[in-house]
């Protein structure tokens, strides 16, 4: 039986890049839509940010509440969207496909985290990936 490691979400904010890159165990990035204050452009501190977050594997959602949401620089280089809006959920299925669209009746923690859950194992966060790179820090030890 193979035991499923706790998975993790934060909230890319505009000032709070270095939390995210500071968290170790996050799975996956929720970035807010332009219309809640989310990023617009790949710019500057935005840029690297979803760079690093790229590099590691992590899951990306876009949290999109309006249709324009769905046409920005970032939500471009999202995985998935979550969004409580029937309109917008057949327009990001048209875009992303029904696989990585995260439909929520509202914008409420519970259902979020619950479909968050549901989301695949990054294989960047697969327990054979963390032994080899546990394994690899032991051998530079040496």
Do not use: F
């Not at 939390?19 to 996956?28: H, M």
């Not at 452009?41 to 509440?65: M, N, P, Q, S, Y």
């Not at 057949?90 to 479909?115: F, H, K, M, P």
């Amino acid at each position: 039986m193979r035991r499923r490691l706790v998975r993790r979400a934060v909230v890319l904010q505009s000032c709070d890049e270095a939390k995210v890159l500071g968290d170790r165990r996050a799975w996956t990035v929720l970035i807010r839509g332009v219309s809640a204050g989310g990023p617009e452009r790949l710019r500057g501190d935005t840029l690297a940010t979803l760079l690093e977050i790229e590099r590691r594997g992590l899951h990306t959602v876009l949290l999109a509440a309006e249709r324009t949401d769905l046409h920005t620089e970032v939500a471009a280089v999202t995985r998935y969207v979550m969004t409580d809006d029937i309109t917008v959920a057949r327009e990001a299925c048209e875009i992303w496909g029904s696989d990585n669209v995260l439909a929520i009746s509202s914008a409420d923690g519970g259902q979020a985290a619950t479909l968050l859950n549901r989301l695949p194992v990054p294989p960047a966060r697969t327990w054979q990936r963390l032994l080899v790179r546990r394994l690899r820090r032991l051998r530079r030890a040496r």
